[in-house]
């Protein structure tokens, strides 16, 4: 990959969408910023973009002909962690909801504000590629899950454990704060960096995170729900 300074705003973003206008929108202000850009008019155009250019992050728009953005991001999941961003009409929460579910790392909605989305790839490649969080051990560990914070890799029973990078940051923060019970809307703030935002976000990463950590997902024992407030992590129950 591109990109792989210290400099947040550095790196290639490559952009799918099937509307010239929006594409070149985009990709204007993300220079302005500093990215260097690719862009790709459809969803196979846009896997082979991927697979020929190796960006640091993809801007997906969900609807369009032939694969849509949701087969896209679904076969980039089989293949990397790569953060994708989804571009959403407003009012397409199932659209929103089932690309969080495939492993989009954020979403923005339909009219965006260019300023808003560039804000938003910018936020998400820092957590991509932070070391490690301030104050936190370079190694958190669980009986057989380990987080390897300088590498930004986990593993669960010794095999390497495919998370994206929401959901690294999200079980980093639950095995630093052991314990703890937090609200979806501190979460949305401690880990996403938002001070407002939609809560499903939240609900739909655990969902995903348990699906990889847990022996029974519909059972969790390590990310359980704390009723009425929200989600709390319990180290050594597995």
Not at 113 to 138: I, K, N
Request: with cysteine.
């Amino acid at each position: 990959m591109s990109g792989t300074g210290t400099n947040v705003r550095t790196g290639l973003v490559l952009v799918v969408d099937d509307d010239d206008t929006v594409r070149d929108v985009v990709r204007r202000y993300l220079e302005v910023a500093g990215f260097s850009v690719a862009v790709a008019a459809d969803g196979a155009e846009g896997l082979r973009q991927f697979t020929a250019r190796a960006p640091d992050l993809v801007v997906l728009d969900v609807m369009m002909p032939g694969l849509d953005g949701l087969e896209v991001c679904r076969r980039l999941r089989q293949v990397s962690a790569v953060p994708v961003v989804l571009l959403t009409a407003l009012g397409e929460e199932e659209n929103r909801i089932a690309g969080l579910q495939l492993g989009a790392d954020d979403y923005v909605t339909k009219p965006f504000s260019p300023r808003e989305l560039t804000l938003r790839v910018v936020s998400v490649l820092r957590r991509a590629r932070m070391p490690y969080p301030v104050g936190v051990a370079p190694e958190l560990r669980d009986g057989d899950l380990v987080l390897y914070m300088n590498a930004r890799q986990a593993s669960l029973g010794g095999a390497e454990l495919p998370l994206t990078a929401r959901e690294f940051d999200l079980l980093a923060h639950f095995l630093s704060h052991p314990g703890t019970a937090f609200s979806r809307q501190d979460l949305l703030e401690q880990v996403w960096g938002w001070d407002f935002g939609d809560q499903s976000t939240v609900t739909v990463h655990v969902r995903r995170l348990r699906e990889k950590i847990e022996p029974l997902p519909a059972k969790p024992v390590r990310v359980t729900t704390v009723w009425g407030v929200g989600y709390r992590y319990d180290a050594g129950a597995s």
